[in-house]
Nanobody, 121 residues
Framework: VQLQASGGGLAQAGGSLRLSCAASGSIFSISAVGWYRQAPGKQRDLVSF???????YYADSVKDRFTISRDNAKNTVYLQMNSLKPEDTAVYYC????????????????WGQGTQVTVSS
């Protein structure tokens, strides 16, 4: 499985960005997919994930601002980020695992490359 993250960039506070994570391989539709982020000097934290059945999870810091969705026909997961804050600035990584529990534990099997999100005040 290979994961390709895209959609990062520069946004102003209050603005929006949409990240995409495109996956190769046949296990996408039966796997959970998530987004983590890592700010400079900080640990990598789970931001959101969506299970194979469409159950979603959001970190408290992004709840009501970010929305995760998936399109199994396109093997792609999206993270719509609205009302962006400077503290959302980080490298965002997508990850995939057959088990959402493994994603939640921070140890997914497959990782994509990061995409930089920078939010200016």
């Amino acid at each position: 499985v290979q994961l390709q993250a895209s959609g990062g960039g520069l946004a102003q506070a209050g603005g929006s960005l949409r990240l995409s994570c495109a996956a190769s391989g046949s296990i996408f539709s039966i796997s959970a997919v998530g987004w983590y982020r890592q700010a400079p000097g900080k640990q990598r934290d789970l931001v959101s994930f969506i299970s194979s059945g469409g159950v979603t999870y959001y970190a408290d810091s992004v709840k009501d601002r970010f929305t995760i969705s998936r399109d199994n026909a396109k093997n792609t997961v999206y993270l719509q980020m609205n009302s962006l804050k400077p503290e959302d600035t980080a490298v965002y990584y997508c990850a995939l695992d057959p088990s959402y529990r493994t994603l939640r534990a921070g140890t997914p099997v497959y990782w994509g490359q990061g995409t930089q999100v920078t939010v200016s005040s």
